[in-house]
């Protein structure tokens, strides 16, 4: 490489960078690329693991953002690739026994087939159960990590 630095092209366009910030570059890549020995294997998932993953609706595809409801449960939400808010894949039904390790998914808008999608990666699976709400009958499934 010459002294003046390298042409590299990124997202369509070329840019000129010199030698010691293509260095950089590389040394912060290395930093932030999952090894084998930063990916522990056999090792369960815990809800955290699903922040930020991604999950294919056909040709939609939603980023999960994982927080807590103030009672400590799991709070799951599903955005556009553009950051805005698609909708909530867990609701919060607080009178309805839950273990640690699961989830209330509503059986209304795309919550369904995001917890589907999920279950196909391996990710979760189906209790079976599920859970009334006022005057519906069947308004949530229960689900839990598949570890």
Excluded: C
């Excluded at 084998?36 to 939609?60: A, C, Q």
Aim: hydrophobic share 35%; no cysteine; net charge negative.
């Amino acid at each position: 490489m010459s002294k003046e630095g390298k042409s590299i092209e990124i997202g369509g366009r070329t840019w000129r960078v010199s030698e010691e910030s293509l260095a950089v570059a590389r040394e912060l890549l290395r930093a932030v690329t999952p090894s084998e020995e930063h990916v522990p294997v056999g090792e369960p998932l815990g809800w955290d693991d699903l922040e930020g993953m991604r999950v294919s609706l056909g040709s939609w595809e939603l980023e999960l953002r994982v927080a807590r409801y103030r009672n400590g449960r799991t709070a799951i939400h599903a955005f556009t690739p553009e950051g805005e808010p698609e909708h909530a894949v867990t609701v919060n039904l607080v009178d309805e026994p839950l273990g640690p390790n699961q989830i209330f998914v509503p059986r209304k808008g795309n919550a369904p087939e995001v917890a589907l999608a999920l279950e196909r990666e391996g990710v979760l699976r189906r209790t079976g159960e599920w859970a009334s709400s006022g005057y519906v009958e069947h308004y949530a499934d229960k689900w839990e990590l598949a570890s």
